[in-house]
């Protein structure tokens, strides 16, 4: 997949590289801000199981 990426991208080994970290970097923010928040609603981190 990444390979197929790769070759997607124009221009020059510079620019390929600067668009991989630009587009790695907007996936990370679209996780952080938008999907990690909304399946927060669903997970109960104080739902301990294990008695002391």
Do not use: C, E, K, S
Not at 5 to 27: D, E, H, N, S, T
Not at 34 to 50: A, E, G, H, R, Y
Request: net charge positive; aromatic share 14%; glycine share 4%.
């Amino acid at each position: 997949m990444y390979a197929a990426l790769w070759r997607l991208m124009p221009g020059p080994l510079w620019l390929r590289v600067v668009l991989m970290v630009a587009l790695f970097a907007a996936i990370l923010a679209g996780l952080v801000l938008v999907v990690f928040p909304w399946l927060n609603t669903f997970v109960n981190v104080n739902d301990v199981t294990v008695n002391q």
